[in-house]
């Protein structure tokens, strides 16, 4: 059983920055990666992705030129970084792999996901 394991959250003044990571626990490969975040009553929308085989990546415009998703193939781990954070990217952020075809920001093109990392990002 594949299991995603994200770090890095926490709570960070407006302007600062923090970097995501996910790592897989158990044997992993292969496969497109995705942040997502989810606000409190909000759904969850796609923040970032990046293939496997490219690296072509993916940003939602709220976080063009802000945020930054890379990947190291050898240890299979997918970063974001979050550059001048507001308080509106506050959320539990999760990285999610992509096993099935549709948009890259459909959750349900995604199999296997991460419990969440809480960003609070602070006025």
């Known amino acids: 059983q594949v299991q995603l394991v994200e770090s890095g959250g926490g709570l960070v003044q407006a302007g600062n920055s923090l970097t995501l990571s996910c790592a897989p626990s158990g044997r992993f490969g292969g496969y497109d990666m995705g942040w997502f975040r989810q606000a409190p009553e909000k759904k969850r929308d796609l923040v970032a992705g990046?293939?496997?085989?490219?690296?072509?990546?993916y940003y939602a415009d709220s976080v063009k030129g802000l945020f930054t998703i890379s990947r190291d193939n050898a240890k299979n781990t997918v970063f974001l970084r979050m550059n001048s954070l507001k308080p509106e990217d506050t959320a539990v952020y999760y990285c999610a792999a992509r096993v099935f075809g549709g948009s890259y920001s459909d959750t349900s093109a995604y199999r296997y996901w991460g419990q969440g990392t809480q960003v609070t990002v602070s006025s």
């Open positions: 990046i293939t496997w085989g490219t690296g072509t990546k």
